[in-house]
């Protein structure tokens, strides 16, 4: 904004602190799924500050267009899992389960007749439950999933590099230019939001509370 925090705790009388929980609807985080000022605010501060590059864009192009060809019509699905599930991290959102997931997949199709569906996930056990459940219609770019033992995924060497960040960003790219989204409350949740063009016409955004 054109301060930094050195000028602001020299020049500044009053310095108001506050400390919100990770996720609760009056934190910074899932306030985007509940307020469409908040979320127009987000969409400019990303718009103007964290512009993803015009190669990395292009790249999510070309590989939605191999996944969808020219369909519009595309249900994205988020389905948070890994250390999310097994290790529940206090303060973390809970994610939904796959089933659940699945079943309202199902209900949104049944109104909307998608050409297809497109999962962003990092588990290969949530993946293997959905390619079995929905077939040819769905669609994943996210091949490099984990199979998850256990631990924190930030601290797994397979969740490491470069080149598995690109992947996610990609993936969270590609589900921002969805139609619709189905997803639990998460950072990639937030990051489709912030840089849909035009965003949803419909969401689902479970909230099953904190660990």
């Known amino acids: 904004m054109g301060y930094t925090l050195d000028e602001v705790k020299k020049n500044a009388k009053n310095i108001v602190e506050k400390v919100c929980s990770p996720h609760n609807k009056h ?11 908040y979320l127009d605010f987000f969409h400019k501060m990303y718009k103007r500050y ?14 939605r267009k191999k996944l969808f060809g020219n369909s519009k019509n595309i249900l994205g ?37 998608y050409d297809y569906f497109y999962l962003a996930t990092e588990d290969n056990n949530i993946r293997d439950k959905f390619i079995k459940e929905l077939g040819e219609k ?3 770019y996210q091949n490099t999933n984990i199979n998850y033992q256990h631990g924190y995924l930030g ?23 969805c139609i619709d989204i189905i997803t639990s409350i998460c950072g990639g949740a937030m990051g ?10 419909e969401s689902i955004v479970y909230n099953f509370g904190t660990y």
Request: aromatic content about 10%; hydrophobic content about 35%; charged content about 30%.
């Open 27 to 37: 934190s910074p985080g899932p306030l985007v799924f509940y307020s469409q000022l």
């Open 50 to 63: 964290m512009p993803i590059k015009k190669e990395i864009i292009d790249e999510a192009n070309i590989i």
């Open 77 to 113: 699905v988020l389905c948070r899992g890994t250390d999310y599930i097994r290790e529940k991290a206090k303060g973390h959102a809970i994610p939904q389960t796959a089933e659940k997931t699945i079943e309202d997949v199902r209900k949104m199709d049944k109104k909307n007749k």
């Open 138 to 140: 769905l669609k994943i």
């Open 155 to 177: 601290y797994n060497k397979n969740a490491q590099g470069i080149n598995y960040q690109k992947t996610y960003l990609i993936s969270i790219i590609i589900l921002s230019k």
């Open 192 to 201: 489709a939001f912030f840089i849909s063009d035009e965003g949803f016409r």
